[in-house]
């Protein structure tokens, strides 16, 4: 499959055009014209370009790519090893982050509540990123953190009562703590993003709304996998995902 084919495919099914990012979305090296097996994974990390290379992979595709506004724009250290890793090696990278998190079949969201059996009700904050919806049953808090830890393979972080009852809940993938007081606004029960700050617990134990924090990497896992199962089904491209284990 052509590069361009490739690229504009996934813009257009993830809408890149609509997002205002913190980074650029879409192709952000360009490697070899012609694609037949791509590495997926969460952050386009030098580990995870070894092992694109070591798996004669065409591109990389990624939830966290390179190039965040902001940051030192010098190519050098580390970002010169990751950089000259790629080029030498004719490998395309590819990233999708807010696009990736937001889009309703294949984003880190949907995902989320596929696996954790949630229902959406409906979206919320900025760019509607954040997600909100319920429970087929209610359940208590622990019972909800124990089936986040299983179908996570982490164990999160709870504040709150664990005998409380839990039927309705409000989620962002990563580090979407910011939505917090939005989700108790909300009315919902708990509320789950990747991270938790010192000042979060706080909120969670005056609002009475528990907090859930899964870890940002753990919450950002299933986007991209599922991006690269569609794209595997739906031109027969040779996709693997690859983990990089982070605890955070």
Known sequence: MRREELTRYLD??????????????????????????????????????????????????????WFWRGEDGRVTGFRKARLQALLGNDINLIGYHLPLDSHPEFGNNAQLAKRFGWTVEGRFGEQEMGWVGRLDAPVTLSACARNIGANLQRVPQVIGDAGRPVSRVAWCSGGAQGYFEQAIALGVDAYLSGEISEQTVHLARESGVAYIAAGHHATERYGVQALAAHLAGHFGLECEFVDIDNPV
């Open 12 to 65: 257009d099914l993830l809408e890149v055009a609509r997002f205002k990012d913190y980074c650029p979305n879409g192709l952000q090296v360009e490697g070899r014209a012609e694609i037949r097996r791509i590495v997926a994974g969460v952050t386009a990390s030098q580990a995870l370009v070894d092992a694109a290379i070591a798996r004669n992979a065409d591109a990389i595709l990624v939830h966290h790519g």
